[in-house]
């Protein structure tokens, strides 16, 4: 009877163990990596994946963190090609700092969400000058006008270090099939 409990109270531990650790590794997460670089930056370069499956050029935008640090805040106008790509489901391809600098893939989302434009607004503000002094860049009536859109990058997983842009020439997977393409 009592290596039947000893039994049962190990399977109990590793099914709270398992319900415990695994929504937490499912969850994508800004790298140890690319988070040193992203302390350090004032732009990312990000680029689309094309529907022929190829990477567009890399654009240089400015970016905030999540209030979970979890991801990317970035603003955009709703014509742009980013836009675009992003509604139909293109994984982001993301360099830090400049366009050959710590780079990873991930999922973007165009989002309507009040809290997440107004962390766009309040850290702009505060880290680039051009938005305090000169009014670049996102603004709450740009916002409420829809010509601006706010976008949350989410990380999938870091590309290899040395990773470039290379428009025209075909997107890594969003997931990893065991290599590092």
Known sequence: MRA???CASILLLAL??????????ASAEISARDGRALADA???YIATVRKDGNQSKA???WFTLSA???GILIQ???Q???VKRIKRGSPVLVWIGTAGGPAFIGKAEITPDAGVQQKILTDMHAKYWENRVLGV???AERFKSGDRLAIVITPVRDLPDGFSSAPGTPAPKLESSGSNS
Do not use: E
């Open 4 to 6: 039947k409990t000893q």
């Open 16 to 25: 709270l163990a398992v319900a415990l650790v695994g929504p937490q590794a």
């Open 42 to 44: 004032k732009l990312i």
């Open 59 to 61: 654009a240089p935008v």
């Open 68 to 70: 979970d640090n979890r």
């Open 76 to 78: 955009t106008g709703p």
């Open 80 to 82: 742009t090609w980013k």
């Open 137 to 139: 860049g996102p603004s």
